[in-house]
């Protein structure tokens, strides 16, 4: 998988590979993706990131 996919486009099989990068993506996160509900630290791994309050 390229370095830089979205977390929002990690399948299951992303996860399992890179469980680890998972981990520090969606540790205290900053950012939640209005489309796919996911949340990361960094906008830049989300699709379409809004901030949280
Ligand atoms: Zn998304």
Known sequence: ???DKKLCKW???DIQA???KLK????KPKYVCEKCGRA???DSALCRPVELE
């Not at 520090?24 to 540790?27: A, G, H, N, S, Y």
């Open 18 to 20: 890179d469980f680890k």
């Open 1 to 3: 998988m390229g370095k």
């Open 24 to 27: 520090k993506l969606v540790k």
């Open 40 to 42: 990361a630290r960094e």
């Open 11 to 13: 399948d299951k099989e």
